[in-house]
């Protein structure tokens, strides 16, 4: 008895592609264009050196990157990034515009750069809008209403805060090598150690950190209880539906 040669059917034969997802790709591409041109602007503007070493301009480059992948994964019908790098983008740009709006651009704060941010005009006004407002709005945009819930973990709360850590460090071995005088020695005021010393500076880091990760499990939690945004891989077209008789 012969028995017919079983050939094998790849997976992509079987499974329909993904949709295409012109909104999301659409949305995703402006964010991360926003970011993008906050960075140039602020290079064009200012010395790129110095520039490169605060955690805002990081985290924006997070997003110009992340979201700008995703935008084209959206549109070549790609499943999603990871999970654990589009939420640790957005705890981290979530941080930039909560950190800066509440801490540095708030007269009643102890670190407050009020008077310094309000001197800013022309284009380095709109790119601090851009970098510290757009981007970390958008970011969540995003995550609230153009991704699945359900799929973060407890566990990334804490992957997360490697991110703020390896930024901590650069920013004190930066001071460090730097002398006394060096334009932004220490990009941030929580991190100067000419003012708070190395034991103030790590009692910052610490409040700094719990912060980050309260956010962290925050958006956890959020991810679990929001509800999933419309999917049209999900609905019925009314030219199928009519064929369903």
């Not at 994964?73 to 979530?94: K, M, Q, S």
Request: overall charge positive; charged content about 10%; hydrophobic content about 55%.
């Amino acid at each position: 008895m012969i028995t017919p040669r079983s050939a094998t059917v790849p997976a992509a034969a079987v499974a329909p592609p993904a949709p295409r997802r012109p909104y999301a790709a659409a949305f995703r591409a402006l964010v991360a264009l926003s970011a993008l041109t906050g960075l140039v602007v602020e290079c064009v503007h200012g010395n790129v050196f110095v520039v490169l070493s605060f955690f805002t301009i990081w985290s924006n480059v997070l997003v110009a990157v992340v979201l700008g992948w995703g935008a084209t994964r959206a549109w070549t019908r790609r499943p999603p990034l990871p999970a654990l790098w589009t939420g640790g983008v957005l705890l981290c740009i979530a941080a930039v515009g909560l950190v800066f709006h509440l801490v540095l651009d708030n007269p009643a704060s102890e670190f407050n750069q009020a008077a310094e941010i309000a001197r800013l005009g022309g284009p380095r006004a709109v790119a601090n809008q851009l970098l510290h407002t757009v981007t970390p709005l958008g970011t969540a945009l995003d995550f609230l209403l153009l991704t699945a819930p359900g799929a973060l973990r407890l566990r990334h709360a804490a992957q997360w805060l490697a991110v703020p850590g390896l930024y901590l460090a650069f920013a004190l071995v930066r001071g460090a090598l730097l002398s006394p005088g060096s334009a932004a020695r220490y990009t941030y005021p929580f991190v100067d150690v000419t003012v708070h010393g190395y034991a103030g500076v790590l009692l910052n880091a610490v409040v700094l950190g719990a912060a980050f990760y309260l956010l962290g499990l925050a958006i956890v939690g959020l991810d679990r209880i929001r509800p999933a945004p419309p999917s049209p891989e999900y609905r019925i077209s009314s030219e199928r539906a009519r064929g369903l008789k």
